[in-house]
């Protein structure tokens, strides 16, 4: 069972609540966290890190302090507690990407704005240029972000992070061992993980309160 959320950042988290759940993270992330000078970004990457925690608590059936996360040699992160529970995490402005599962995952949720779309042709192979040049206007800018998203994903998927180059293989060709899920796409944003089997697959939208309450129901901030 592969389990995604996106969280909506509808209202920012209160400072308390912020240091509340930033003292359930490692001090290794914390460190991180309050390295970012922006605090979206520090807001973003501490809700990823807590909403796989929570899930992880709950299909493992844990207490948050017995989870223990190291990375790869290229910065990918697993969990070493239960080897066979499996995550990633993507964020962007205003939106934060969690999937957890029980096979190797990848995600990677943009905001679709406006860009140069003679990047294609740097890091996109050629039939996925021709795709985004078969659309105009906006649709040209959907369409680049569909096929970024999946790259990013498929990328994050394999864990080796950039030493693979995006314009290395087409998200394009067919691989009937790899799906890419489109979980959400709409003009303002694009999602799409990188998986092996999508049979068995949730996925559950979240604003900021029901996350919280999501996570004041997993257990996780013990009393």
Known sequence: MVDTFIVQMDHDLSFHTFSTLLELVSNEKRNRINAYHDYNDAQNSLIGDILVRAVVCKKA?????ELVFVKNYYGKPYLTTDPNIMFNISHTKGYIAVTVGDQQLGIDIERVVPIDLGIAERFFMQDEVKFIQTNENSQAYQAFYEIW??????????????????????????????SYCCIMKNRNVICHICMQDKKVHKHIHLTTSEFLHYIDGSGLIES
């Open 149 to 178: 998203t999946k790259k990013e994903s498929f990328i994050k998927w394999e864990g080796v992070g950039l030493s693979r180059p995006l314009s290395s293989f087409s998200v394009l060709d067919y691989n009937d061992s790899l």
């Open 61 to 65: 059936n844990l207490s948050n302090r």
